[in-house]
Every structure is written in C-alpha cells, then in structure tokens.
C-alpha cells in the first residue's frame, strides 16, 4: 500500500450547502474535517441559487405558528416521490429535516435567526397536497463585507439577479417587482426601496448578499468560527479503496497530487454532471446545448468515482428543470417562472399547438417539454407568444417595459416580433393557421377565466405571479399587435441523478449494501424528491438534510 501525504477525520468533497453542514456537523461531533472543492470560488451551485430550503415543520416556520400534520406531509411527498424512492428516505427525510435546522441554529449567531418564511410561497403541487403558504424558508440578507478576504472568492450569482449600483433584492422583493403593475405594491414604495438601498451601499460600501449568496456567507461565517477552512483549487482525483472500504481520495492541490486518508470517510457533495456533455448525451440525448445554469465545475466527478466503486446510480435521466432563454453570445441564460404565470400569454410547440399549462412548475413544464420532443414534433425550442400589452407591461426575461426590443435577441434568434400572429408564426416556422386556430381557442378561454384544456391558474401555485385582479389571475386574451415570441429551451438549475443512498446517506453498491467508507449529498446523489420537486427548496432541503445525516453517522 502507498504512504499518505496526509491524514484527516473526514474528507468532505464540495463547498456547496451540502459540504459546508456535513464539515460543520462532523466537526460538532468532535471529528476533524477536511472539506476541499475543485474551483477557484466557494459556494458551488448553492451560490448561483435562490437559495430556499424546503423544510416542513422547521423551527423557524412552527415558530411562527406555521406547523404541519406529519402524515399530510408524509403523503404528500409519497404522492409526488414514491414510484422512484423507497418509503424509508422519505420518512428519515421528513422526520430529520427539522432537526437539522434547529441544529444549524446552535451552531453560529449567523445562523441562529438567520432564516426567513415567505408566507403565501405556495408549494408547486397543492393541488396533490402541497401547502397553499408554502414550506419553503430563505436565508436573510447579509452584508457580504463580513467575509473579508474571502469575499472575493463567493461563487457569483446568476447574472439575472445582479442589480446596479449595490441594490438588492430578496424573493420576496422580487413577487413585489414583477406584481406591482396588478394592484400589488405601488411601483413608488418599490422603486423607493431599491433607490434607499443604492444611497446605503454608496454612503457605507455595504455589499449585501441575498437569496443562495446569504445561505452561503453564513454557512462559511458559521465554517470560519468552528476553524474550518475551504481548500479551494483542490480537486478530487479518485478515490481510494482498499479491502472494500473507500479510506480516502487522491487530491491536486497546487499542482501536485497527494494522498488524503479519511480516517471515518468520505462525503461527496461536488454537485451533478451539469456540464458533461458526454454524460449528457449518455442519459439526456434530447439536449443538444449546454443550457444548464449550476456552476461550470459541475462535472460528475463524484458521481463517476463512485460508479467505478460498483455504485448505483438512479434518475440520471432528470434534472432539476428550468425553462430558460439563451439571452446573450456568451451562453447566457435567462430562467422563465414568472413569465409563464403571466396573463396575455401562451406557449406552442412546432405544430403551432399549446402542450402544456404554462403556469406549471419548472420542472414538470420541460418534462413535458421533453416528452412532446420525442414524439417527432419540434417542442424544443418551444415559443412564448405574448402580444404588446405583455410586452409593455411585465418584465420579461430581464428586459424592462417600455424599453426597445433586444437586438441581440434577434441576433441570436431566440425572439422576433411581427405586427400580426400569422407573419409571427413564418418567422419561428410553425403553421400560420394553427396558432391562429391555437391563440382563438385560448383566447377564448382567457375570456371565460377556465382554460378546458390545461387547467392553467387553477392552483395557488399557478397564482403566485398572476394578476389577482382577474377572475383567474393567469388568463387574459393575447390579441393586441405587435407579438412577440421568446424560444424557451429546456434548462436546469443542476441534475438530479446520481449516487444512490440510505436513510443516512451512505453510497449504496448495485445489490444495495452500503460501500464502507462513503457517503453522498447533494446533486451528487439521487434525488430523495424522485422526478417532481415539492415545493421552494427541494434541492437544497435535502442536500443539507442528508448532509446532516452523513456527519451525525461518520461521528456515530
């Protein structure tokens, strides 16, 4: 056997939310924790996210008289996850989730109160007995400065999200924006807020971070205080097996490989095969581009480790799906949610003919997206029409009303405006009659307030964005010209698949007993939400959950 360069209690791999709360719990366990990640920046997808954590019955929602029955829940998410994931991970989900919240709280003053309730944040799936309030909670702004030195090295954000000039805003901020126009806040007690938050950062150079910025601050914050570093440029190599147990990873670091024995074991959290082309095309062969939105280190390194061990692997068929917009020549990607539950809209495939209702959470809108493709007819892209008092009126994929159509849109091809439906449809090659008949027959249906054929705006989710002034918030007739239609790809904020895992996150071989030594968290795994996503938070609820677990066993 080779000598050790080094030795540590436990390796965690990945500085996402699921890397930092599996060092922090293995080192309240007393275990010394090394936690290593393969980019220049910390933070990983958690970073470039909105940053929920989907957690019923959390301390910080029963706090606030916000509880719930745990055999609801417990039906509810078996409804949603239960052909794919056994009964056992959902329920040690649902009964730790909170735990580790309250547990997060006792670890730092950045945690403790550090988390907030959008009341009214429907879960996705109300109708299957989701929570019309939402169980979704969000870390509370934070001034960035706090991370000194380090500041520098926080995964940046997804693009969309950053504003000028040191204004901010938060999920809820964002639900204000985007709804003002319909009898929401007035645009002046918005604006006013967001014109107090420039005067403070140039008056005091405060840099405060929101949504999965938060998260990840206090998550680091909180690191720093237990005297846990973040190794970065450091990445993992291959794991090492010896007699049938995982005892350790090959790293790089500055440039030279060294052996890292891990005394308890090893905890994957290095995220999904976001962009692996070849994994890619392996398992999602209807993608063709890159349109994924988690961190460019995504690459499966985890999950390929793994897989020459003799690990299983499940759902790498999905993701955690996003309807996105190519928006600019270097790749970037705008994600649609709101726009979809907007009124004076609708989508059509390459036939001219809706698919979907548009209003749907993220994800099922590109599984369906994706199931139309492989029926032979075009749905990827698939076209957002909206005529001019949508356009005038919303924010649409970042572009601000009343400000001239994007040429660089045109350019790229993934949006074109035209005075009537019928020169709109040649320009994005559907059959001019079909949309017609298509927009006549929704129109139709706006006016009456019921869409007969996809149910659209008959759940509190469907409603979040909508127009509440309506009898139905997300119908109103699209019939004023110009029109305009926006391409709509099907993105992902990360992949779902992965390594399968127990109850207490070890990494499970192909006959289902665990492989001693390793542990998973994260996007790196498979999905304990199976293919549907419950609610605000369902990716990193359970990547910090079972991250959770992981240390609370390597300590046992």
């Given at each position: 056997m080779e000598a050790f360069d080094e030795v540590v209690d436990v390796l965690v791999v990945g500085s996402g939310a699921a890397g930092m709360v599996a060092a922090l719990t293995a080192k309240s366990a007393g275990l010394e924790p090394a936690l290593i990640e393969k980019s220049t920046y910390f933070g990983g997808s958690t970073a470039r996210s909105g940053g929920g954590v989907w957690v019923p019955n959390a301390p910080q929602l029963v706090r606030q008289g916000e509880s719930d029955d745990p055999d609801e829940v417990r039906a509810y998410l078996t409804r949603l996850a239960g052909d794919r994931v056994p009964q056992e991970r959902i329920d040690r989900y649902l009964d730790k989730a909170p735990e580790m919240m309250g547990f997060l709280e006792g670890q730092s003053p950045y945690l403790a109160g550090g988390f907030f309730w959008i009341r009214g944040y429907s879960d996705y799936h109300p109708e299957l007995g989701g929570n019309p309030l939402?169980?979704?909670?969000?870390?509370?702004?934070?001034?960035?400065?706090?991370?000194?030195?380090?500041?520098?090295?926080?995964?940046?954000g997804v693009r969309r999200m950053q504003l000028p000039l040191g204004a901010w805003i938060t999920s809820v901020d964002l639900h204000d924006l985007l709804t003002y126009r319909w009898g929401g806040l007035s645009h002046k007690k918005i604006f006013g807020k967001l014109a107090w938050r420039v005067l403070r950062a140039r008056v005091t150079g405060e840099r405060i971070g929101v949504s999965g910025q938060a998260l990840i601050t206090r998550l680091r914050l909180a690191l720093r205080e237990h005297g846990i570093e973040i190794q970065r440029q450091t990445p993992m190599l291959r794991l090492i097996h010896e007699d049938g147990e995982v005892v350790g990873a090959e790293i790089e670091r500055a440039g030279a490989t060294r052996r890292v024995r891990a005394e308890r074991g090893v905890v994957l959290a290095s995220g999904g095969f976001d962009h692996n082309a070849v994994m890619r095309m392996e398992y999602q062969p209807e993608l063709s581009e890159d349109w994924s939105l988690g961190a460019a280190t995504n690459e499966g390194d985890g999950i390929l480790a793994g897989e020459v061990l003799g690990a299983d692997l499940d759902l790498m068929e999905d993701r955690w799906w996003m309807p996105t917009m190519p928006s600019a020549a270097d790749g970037s990607l705008v994600g649609l949610v709101a726009e979809r539950q907007y009124p004076n809209q609708f989508v059509v495939n390459g036939a001219g003919e809706r698919f979907v209702n548009e209003a749907t959470p993220y994800v099922v809108f590109c599984q369906r997206q994706i199931a139309g493709q492989r029926t032979g007819v075009r749905h990827i892209p698939a076209w957002m029409i909206?005529?001019?008092?949508?356009?005038?009126?919303?924010?649409?994929?970042?572009h601000l009303p009343l400000t001239p159509f994007p040429k660089s849109w045109k350019r790229l091809g993934t949006a074109h405006q035209a005075p009537t439906l019928e020169?709109?449809?040649?320009?994005?090659?559907?059959?001019?009659?079909?949309?017609?008949?298509?927009?006549?027959?929704?129109?139709?249906?706006?006016?009456?307030?019921?869409?007969?054929?996809?149910?659209?705006?008959?759940?509190?989710?469907?409603?979040?964005?909508?127009d509440h002034s309506l009898a139905n918030p997300n119908l109103m007739p699209v019939e004023r010209g110009p029109f305009y239609a926006l391409a709509l790809t099907p993105g992902d904020l990360g992949t779902k698949g992965g390594l399968v895992t127990d109850v207490d996150a070890r990494v499970l071989d192909q006959s289902g007993e665990p492989i001693p030594g390793l542990y998973a968290a994260g996007n790196v795994s498979s999905s304990v939400m199976g293919t549907k996503y419950a609610g605000p938070g369902s990716t990193l609820g359970p990547a910090m959950t079972f991250?959770?677990?992981?240390?609370r066993h390597l300590a046992a």
């Open positions: 939402g169980r979704g909670l969000w870390a509370t702004p934070i001034d960035k400065r706090l991370l000194g030195d380090e500041m520098e090295f926080l995964h940046p909206l005529d001019s008092k949508a356009w005038k009126r919303n924010v649409i994929a970042g020169l709109l449809a040649e320009k994005i090659d559907v059959p001019a009659e079909a949309l017609r008949a298509t927009a006549d027959r929704f129109n139709r249906f706006a006016r009456a307030g019921v869409d007969e054929d996809f149910h659209r705006g008959e759940t509190a989710y469907d409603n979040y964005y909508g991250a959770y677990l992981a240390g």
